[in-house]
């Protein structure tokens, strides 16, 4: 019988499972990663795995909780607190958006796997959940969402919803190739103000 794991040796292997889905969800998103590659990655037995996560679309879903609060952090810096007009923090919120998944392998990979599974991921992860799950990590974005409603500078609503008219911008980064790359910016900007306007407008007209 082998020996029991020590509680350094489980926290190191679970790091070292966590770096490995990092770099391989990354390189080709979930569908495509085996449990067989993140083990070998991280330099266990396939039946270690098991040990730590009960599934690949597990690991998925703790890297991705992990990863969140650092980029709603940065789309925080980049529009809401780089502005107090909250029809520029939109705008800058949806323009960073476009640059975190032109830019950020992880980040692309996950905006596709969210939009490629509509029902749930394998059987583990419902993408309709996903929200709910993450909802301390997207905590100072809803805070400040909120802030704006009851100030009538952004329409009422489920602050769930506003996020999901907030992210629609993200198909345009997987267009990008079939886009005129003259036309490309403009239509990244453009976007980003109609929704922007759409969400304040109403509103500060009302107040």
Excluded: W
């Excluded at 679970?14 to 080709?28: H, P």
């Excluded at 789309?75 to 975190?100: G, I, M």
């Excluded at 990590?137 to 008219?165: C, K, N, S, T, W």
């Amino acid at each position: 019988m082998p020996r029991a794991l020590t509680e350094t040796e489980r926290e190191a292997i679970r790091a070292r499972l966590v770096e490995a889905g990092r770099e391989l969800f990354a390189r080709y998103g979930l569908r495509k990663t085996t449990v067989e590659e993140l083990a070998r990655a991280a330099g266990i037995a396939k039946g270690t795995f098991y040990l730590f996560f009960a599934s690949k679309e597990d690991l998925y879903v703790e890297l991705l909780l992990q990863e969140l609060p650092r980029l709603v952090q940065r789309l925080l810096e980049r529009s809401f607190h780089s502005t107090a007009d909250v029809n520029e923090a939109l705008v800058l919120f949806q323009r960073e958006l476009v640059t975190l998944i032109e830019e950020d392998d992880l980040v692309r990979a996950v905006v596709m796997d969210l939009q490629e599974y509509t029902s749930p991921l394998t059987g583990h992860l419902d993408v309709h959940e996903v929200p709910t799950m993450a909802m301390s990590a997207l905590a100072p974005l809803v805070a400040e969402i909120q802030g704006a409603q009851r100030r009538r500078e952004i329409i009422d609503g489920d602050v769930l919803e506003i996020l999901g008219v907030l992210g629609m911008i993200k198909a345009l980064p997987f267009s990008k190739r079939q886009i005129d790359p003259q036309l490309y910016p403009r239509l990244v900007t453009r976007m980003s103000q109609v929704i922007a306007d759409g969400l304040t407008c109403p509103a500060r007209r009302a107040g």
